[in-house]
């Protein structure tokens, strides 16, 4: 069967053969890379168009259907024109940081792509300490929203970046909690033993309440993190204008509207590894039957339909909740969600000791 | 005490959330709500809302009769003068003058169609009309005479 294990095997065999190990080794960084920039482009523009979509729906409206059919076009044209409009400096901006901060915020997201099994074995580094690498780095790109938002120099945008810094380290921490009851419970910190363990059943399944209270305190948390509406204090349009990215325009704007967007998949991307295994199809117990027709549905089928199940989620959200005030965003994280969590934890803990999931 | 509190505000934030979930989540599966009118491509069957409010009329019946009496309490009303009533005074057929509008003038372009005009007529002589394809050529255009041509006053409205 072709899956896209077989495909990196070819190719590696392939490059083997041709070439000494380490320039093999050159070539398949270098074709890493582009898959990685192709797939980021592709993300950004079907998940605008995906978000204009959902939004016109829950509105009860048609959304873009200009260009193209369905206005599927439309955000190939959007990137288009940004791509053509002048990327402008402030005068008094400091430049090197302001021109900095897009390709911070980008790189962080790339650098977040690196852990993530997409199949059955295809994933780029699976790095011993996956998840807390993931959650260390994905803590980053609060450096570049608050560069952008300084370097600006201008009101709008330092105020959009202070709230964003105030809200990603607060969530940070009850994401780490939800994640941390995944750890607990698979005893590995790899993505690919985390999705191994889940061979037998989603842990969403297996672990039953607690880690249901903890997929959802990770989907809040997440939203969050990557400042979106309900908590899109950061760029609130109506009261700053558009956030830490006011000044910006061009390429340099996309960059950032695409990193939000790819930032959202990798999230979401995450959770699904954590909670709804990954890659791993829908196996039931000891169902044999069942669990063999669910193994020819390709696994990068399964980890992109969990995927872009949890971002039609978010998006839900967006398009649902009113925006919060800061103090009340603060309020729901250290007085709701952080006891919550650690509450969540210690039971999980004690579940696990006990051996009481299935 | 306080957990109590604490989890019944818990319990009725994600209920609440969740309520305004169901509904969104209802628009999005159910395309028959779509309101989107896709002008001009459906321009024959395009549907307006009923309080929609292009341009201030003045209905005429079959028999070319009003109900405008010329009381000029929507003059009075219109806060940046766009209507403009000139009066005259019929002979009734007992002899005695009557007071009856000669013109009733709309100034369309200086109208914010803010109904205080339709609000203030006390016969309910002019109404709002979902007219909105107004753009003409010539200015003077949207000046506009409402009461028809020959038109008279219903009987019986004083
Ligand atoms: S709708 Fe308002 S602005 Fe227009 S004529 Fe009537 S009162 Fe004047
Ligand atoms: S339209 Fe109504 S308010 Fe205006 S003059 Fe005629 S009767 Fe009076």
């Given at each position: 069967m072709l899956s896209l294990e077989s495909i990196t095997k070819t190719i590696q065999d392939w490059l083997l053969t041709k070439f000494s190990p380490q320039i093999a080794l050159t070539l398949e960084c270098v074709i890493v890379i582009l898959l990685a920039i192709t797939l980021f482009a592709m993300l950004g523009l079907v998940l605008v168009l995906l978000e204009r979509k959902v939004a016109a729906r829950i509105q009860i409206r048609l959304g873009p259907n200009r260009v193209g059919p369905g206005g599927i076009f439309q955000t190939a044209a959007d990137t288009l024109k940004l791509i053509m409009k002048e990327g402008l400096t402030p005068d008094s901006a400091d430049k090197f940081l302001f021109n900095l901060a897009p390709f911070v915020v980008m790189m962080v997201a790339m650098l977040l792509l690196a852990p993530i099994a997409f199949a059955k074995n295809f994933q780029i580094w699976d790095i011993n300490i996956g998840v807390l690498y993931i959650s260390s780095v994905s803590s980053l790109s609060v450096i570049g929203i608050l560069m952008a938002g300084w370097a600006s120099n201008n009101k709008y945008s330092l105020l959009g970046a202070m709230r964003s810094g105030a809200q990603i380290v607060s969530y940070e921490l009850s994401a780490g909690f939800a994640v941390l009851t995944i750890v607990v419970l698979t005893?590995?910190?790899q993505i690919s033993e985390i999705v191994a363990a889940q061979?037998?059943?989603?842990w969403l399944f297996k672990g039953h309440i607690p880690v249901i209270i903890a997929f959802v305190l990770y989907i809040i948390a997440v939203t969050a993190e990557t400042n979106r509406a309900p908590f899109d204090l950061a760029e609130a349009e109506s009261e700053l204008t558009a956030g830490f990215h006011t000044e910006y325009s061009g390429m340099k704007f996309a960059l950032f509207f695409l990193a939000e967007y790819i930032n959202i998949f990798i999230v979401c991307a995450i959770g699904a590894t954590l909670?709804?295994?990954?890659?791993?199809?829908l196996h039931i117990g000891h169902w044999e039957s069942f669990n063999h027709i669910m193994d020819y549905i390709p696994s990068s089928i399964w980890f992109m339909g969990k995927t872009f199940f949890l971002i039609f989620v978010i998006m839900w959200f967006r398009w649902t909740f009113p925006r919060l005030r800061v103090d009340q965003l603060l309020n729901l994280e250290w007085k709701y969600l952080l006891p919550i969590s650690l509450f969540n934890l210690l039971l999980v803990t004690v579940i696990a000791i006990m051996g009481w999931y299935f | 005490m306080f957990l109590k509190d604490y989890i019944s505000d818990v319990v009725n934030g994600v209920s609440s959330l969740l309520k305004g979930m169901r509904k969104t989540g209802y628009y999005f599966t159910h395309s028959k709500e779509i309101i989107t009118e896709q002008y001009p491509d459906n321009r024959a069957t395009l549907k307006l809302a009923?309080?929609?409010?292009g341009e201030v009329v003045m209905p005429h019946d079959e028999n070319n009769e009003?109900?405008?009496?010329?009381?000029t309490a929507c003059e009075l009303a219109c806060p940046n003068g766009t209507i403009k009533i000139i009066t005259k005074f019929d002979i009734t057929p007992e002899g005695k003058k009557k007071k009856a509008i000669d013109a009733f003038i709309y100034r369309l372009e200086m109208c914010t169609l803010c109904n205080l005009c339709v609000a203030a007529c006390p016969s309910d002589a002019i109404k709002m009309a979902p007219n909105f394809e107004h753009s003409v050529f010539d200015r003077s255009k949207l000046t506009k005479i409402l009461n028809k041509p020959g038109s008279k006053i219903k009987e019986g409205i004083e």
């Open positions: 005893g590995s910190l061979e037998n059943g989603w909670f709804l295994g990954g890659w791993m199809p | 009923d309080r929609f409010k009003h109900t405008c009496t010329g009381c």
